[in-house]
């Protein structure tokens, strides 16, 4: 069941067209990395689907709500961080997250208890009282996480959510993504591609308002996989003699060499896995390393949509 | 949706950000102020140095007549004033800031976004005048004579009806405005389109200006009435208002 349902929609800015014909489905319970280059219309699409913006044509449901005609029955089922999140400075934590709660028709004993969790799961007791104004951007990073969860809801946007945070706040942020799984949709656009290959189910990949690919993770892992070896060792002119007697075997397609390094794209793995090593071993090399290279999420990206900076 | 929620809110931020302080101030000062400065500005002419000393001829005795005229000249002129300046960025900084697109997604319909933030103002403009009209009538009551209540608080309604004109005007245009330099360009403008087109003679019996006239007469038990300026300002109010929430629904923020 599909937790996020987009058809061809397109947003045109004059003539700019920030999207134009975008498919997107999200799985229920899924998390979801959304990807694409500067200007490919990931926040257009975030901002469409949390009903800051509307489209030129097409249709989009989230959580079963019709986001074109949804009136007042999408607020409750969304959760939303946006990429800087910004608050009334003249607030304190404890403040702003019962104001929040209020909005969401908490009661003021789960309002309290809903506040005293969400800022122990993003660290923020000890400043609890303090004034918003004086935040970090980190500080105001993961005050908006907390924000975004204070109602539990179905489908959570996140605009870079941890881009902003350091390798601790990072990591924590990422940790109750992934505890997410299963309770909450979650649809995070991030440039971290790391991030994504952690935490995230399936990948969409968006390039000039289209959807390029989205795929489950692994899946799209494999499909662009480049079958390809890398073999180490000290004794370079060896090492460069066998990678030229490797280019004329049949099952090779390229060898290519940088420092001390051998990279063998292959036809056929099965037959390279066996292979490889006698042959290392019959040209009398004594290796460093050996490895079937398996492509990162960045690969994926620049094989799909070029070299454009990501973001 | 959530207005009191909103409005509370509104209230906190009126008072933890100094615009109710800065409001009360500006408007109590002046209501406290003008039957003094009626009755003593002679008194203080002849006490300059080298000024003639037969001054005070040239000033009639002050009366109570002085003392409405200098709360309605002074709560009038920075009454409005401190309307537009303090409404005129409540929307439009909303939006450059953020926090208009990050609570917009939550449980707040736009209109009740915006109408909280006029309700608020105005409460906060309520408040003032009342201090101010009291501290107004007990000093022209301790210098001159005490005024009649009735008229005395028409007056003053009239005046805060005057101020919420300019304060709807202002959000309308804190609302249509993408950026704060534009919303105090287009706030400026109305004030010289609503103000300058009302000072001109019988034109003016229409415009909101004219009701200070009206008010001012009943305390002093003149024959100005201004009904058409009081229902066109009420509907001033009222069609502000109605075109920034249509304006606001639509706007993507």
Redesign the interface.
């Given at each position: 069941m599909s937790s996020v349902h987009v058809e061809k929609m397109t947003k045109y800015y004059g003539a700019v067209h920030a999207l134009d014909g975008l498919d997107l489905d999200v799985a229920a319970g899924t998390v979801y990395g959304f990807l694409g280059p500067n200007g490919a219309g990931k926040t257009t699409t975030l901002?469409i689907l949390?009903?800051?913006?509307?489209p030129t044509s097409g249709s989009a449901q989230v959580a079963g709500v019709d986001v074109l005609h949804a009136g007042?029955s999408l607020?409750?089922k969304?959760g939303?961080l946006?990429e800087?999140?910004?608050?009334?400075p003249?607030m304190n934590p404890v403040e702003f997250l019962d104001?929040?709660g209020?909005?969401?028709?908490l009661s003021a004993s789960s309002r309290k208890s809903r506040t005293k969790e969400l800022l122990e799961l993003v660290r923020m007791e000890d400043v609890s009282k303090r004034r918003i104004g004086g935040f970090s951007r980190g500080m105001r990073q993961r005050l908006g996480v907390a924000?975004a969860l204070i109602h539990h809801p179905e489908v959570l946007f996140l605009d870079e959510p941890a881009s902003a945070l350091d390798p601790a706040g990072r990591k924590e942020v990422l940790d109750l993504i992934e505890n997410l799984r299963g309770q909450a949709t979650v649809v995070m656009s991030t440039h971290i591609l790391a991030d994504v290959e952690r935490v995230c189910d399936v990948v969409g990949i968006i390039a000039r308002g289209k959807m390029v690919v989205q795929s489950r993770r692994e899946e799209l892992l494999e499909r662009y996989a480049v079958p390809a070896f890398e073999v180490e060792a000290d004794d370079r002119p060896a090492l460069a003699k066998w990678g030229e007697d490797l280019k004329r075997l049949p099952w090779v397609t390229t060898v290519t060499s940088q420092n001390g390094t051998l990279r063998i794209i292959v036809k056929d793995v099965k037959i390279a896995k066996t292979a490889l090593l006698a042959g290392a071993v019959v040209a009398g090399l004594v290796l460093n390393r050996y490895e079937e290279i398996r492509p990162s999420l960045e690969d994926v990206f620049l094989q799909l949509v070029g070299s454009e900076s990501i973001s | 949706?959530?207005f009191f929620?909103?409005f509370r809110?509104e209230m906190l931020?009126q008072v933890?950000?100094y615009r109710f302080l800065i409001v009360a101030a500006v408007l109590v000062i002046f209501g406290l102020t003008s039957p003094a400065l009626a009755k003593f500005t002679p008194e203080m002419l002849k006490a300059i140095p080298g000024v003639p000393g037969n001054i005070q001829t040239l000033f009639p005795t002050p009366t109570v007549v002085d003392a409405v005229g200098q709360y309605v000249k002074n709560m009038v002129q920075f009454g409005v004033l401190l309307a537009l300046l303090m409404t005129m960025g409540v929307v439009v900084q909303e939006k450059e800031?953020?926090?208009a697109?990050?609570f917009?997604?939550?449980?707040?319909?736009r209109v009740t976004f915006l109408l909280a933030k006029y309700a608020a103002m105005a409460v906060a403009f309520i408040a003032s005048i009342l201090i101010a009209a009291l501290g107004c009538w007990y000093y022209t009551y301790l210098l001159f004579e005490p005024l009649a209540w009735e008229p005395y608080l028409a007056l003053n309604g009239l005046i805060l009806i005057d101020f919420l004109v300019y304060m709807s005007l202002s959000l309308l245009c804190s609302t249509i405005a993408r950026s704060n330099g534009i919303a105090v360009g287009l706030a400026f403008v109305s004030l010289i389109i609503v103000g300058g087109i009302g000072a001109l003679p019988s034109i003016g019996d229409y415009f909101p200006g004219h009701l200070i006239s009206w008010g001012a007469s009943l305390v002093l038990k003149g024959n100005i009435t201004a009904w058409p300026a009081l229902w066109i300002s009420l509907g001033v109010i009222f069609a502000a208002l109605a075109a920034a929430c249509l304006i606001f629904r639509r706007q993507?923020?």
């Open positions: 901002r949390t009903g800051l913006a509307r007042n607020p409750p969304i939303h946006p800087e999140p910004a608050f009334y003249w104001y929040l209020q909005l969401y028709g924000a | 949706m959530n929620t909103v809110k931020e933890r950000t800031r953020g926090t697109a990050f917009l997604t939550r449980p707040v319909s993507e923020v």
